[in-house]
């Protein structure tokens, strides 16, 4: 339990960023947004209860990083990567109860911004172009479920709205977060002192593979995605209005969202802090987005170079779904980013992936769980030979072969693969003349 002294001072803490930042968007002007996003002041306030969590989340993304160059094929591999996904509409007022048509829209963006299919693709600068790409990942709608409440979902100086994310609160329980990505719909209050708009927030990946015993940590059940109930969908009735500024969605908030949740940091690499300062010295860790200053002020200027540096200077990428640039300009994730969001699917968020293997078992497939693996894991398989015994194969992503083995008959087997070092590994089974393989990471 938190302590109220330190209730006390984290809220001063808080008071004292988001003042700081009314001062900083006064200063700056013409960048002050109306609407943002909640990952910086999700950072701020894990940090705060969790001390460490930022850490914990920078050292996780230059694992994801080193993983790409040590498993390049891993992370620019064509397969296709399915991603079950839960709706929690959690709702006070009729209109906040989204149909089922507004979620079927949502998920159809999904689709369309991460396998470019997005019918403004071809809007992107032809600096840019070839930068563009299919991510390989897909969402498919697993269940939704539907909490009327009594509660309502204020920001406060403590931090976001994960009451919606508990039964007790108000909200309503995640289905399991490691093989569902869980997205919560309700409608946030303005942000305090200010009157801004958060549109959304998500718990980027963090840990490696889990939190210290002893060290606090955030729950798991809180992983996920929170989206305003105005920002969800395509051509959502309901625009969101502030201060008379009136925005409409487009469903790119959950694109942006999922981002963060896949690993990825906001474009200009959060060096001004919660609303984004200019900042040119920071970075979003990704090698093919151009270095930016500062988040776009949800227009579409394409001219805006917020960083000048030299003679190889770009101008900002207000292409990137991962900027705050107006909806209708969104049209790509790069490449960078899209190896990075793979490999935490291939890794971290692995479990993601075990729905759709479970019911592709039956047709030549297997699964390891757990999948990142410490010293055991357990396979499973849908051989089903005349043996008495089948051939377990490791090799790593060069090929070499680094474990051979007998098992017994039938389709579970639990393997000792302590004695390998920490990576990415391909597992080969064979009985008879069937044989099955999949991908797993050592950690």
Request: proline share 5%.
């Amino acid at each position: 339990m938190v302590s109220n002294l330190y209730k006390f001072r984290f809220s001063i803490r808080v008071l004292f960023i988001v003042v700081s930042a009314l001062q900083t968007n006064l200063t700056l002007g013409q960048y002050h947004n109306h609407f943002y996003c909640g990952h910086e002041l999700h950072m701020e306030s894990n940090e705060q209860l969790y001390p460490g969590y930022r850490q914990r989340v920078a050292d996780y993304f230059d694992f994801i990083q080193e993983q790409i160059k040590r498993y390049p094929e891993a992370a620019r591999s064509n397969e296709t990567l399915k991603i079950p996904v839960v709706v929690h509409i959690v709702w006070k007022n009729e209109e906040e109860n989204l149909s089922d048509e507004m979620i079927k829209s949502q998920i159809d963006v999904l689709n369309e911004d991460f396998r470019l299919l997005n019918p403004n693709r071809d809007s992107i600068r032809s600096q840019f172009k070839q930068r563009q790409a299919d991510s390989g990942i897909e969402f498919e709608l697993a269940m939704v479920e539907r909490v009327k409440t009594n509660a309502n979902f204020n920001l406060s100086l403590t931090g976001l709205v994960d009451n919606v994310k508990r039964t007790a609160n108000g909200g309503s329980k995640a289905e399991d977060p490691k093989k569902f990505l869980n997205i919560w719909v309700c409608k946030i209050q303005p942000i305090p002192l200010i009157g801004g708009q958060i549109l959304g927030y998500a718990y980027p990946p963090a840990g490696l593979p889990n939190w210290p015993d002893g060290v606090a940590a955030p729950s798991p059940e809180l992983d996920g995605v929170v989206i305003d109930f105005r920002s969800f969908g395509k051509n959502n009735p309901h625009p969101v209005v502030v201060n008379g500024v009136t925005l409409y969605s487009e469903g790119r908030t959950a694109t942006h969202e999922v981002g963060h949740y896949l690993g990825l940091r906001h474009i200009w690499g959060d060096g001004g802090g919660i609303f984004g300062g200019l900042s040119c010295n920071e970075d979003d860790g990704i090698a093919d987005t151009p270095n930016q200053g500062r988040q776009s002020p949800f227009d579409c200027n394409k001219t805006q170079n917020t960083c000048q540096d030299g003679t190889d200077d770009e101008p900002d990428m207000i292409e990137n779904y991962m900027d705050y640039s107006d909806q209708l300009c969104q049209c790509a994730f790069t490449k960078g980013q899209i190896e990075h969001m793979r490999m935490v699917i291939l890794t971290k968020r692995s479990g993601l992936l075990s729905n759709s293997q479970d019911i592709a078992v039956s047709q030549d497939k297997i699964i390891i769980i757990p999948n990142p693996a410490g010293n055991f894991i357990t396979v499973r398989h849908s051989l089903h030979g005349n043996n008495d015994s089948v051939q377990v194969k490791i090799s790593d992503m060069h090929g070499r072969k680094v474990y051979a083995g007998m098992t017994g008959s039938g389709t579970v087997h639990t393997l000792d693969i302590s004695g390998l070092m920490q990576g990415m590994y391909i597992l080969e089974i064979t009985d008879g003349d069937k044989i099955v393989s999949t991908r797993f990471v050592r950690q």
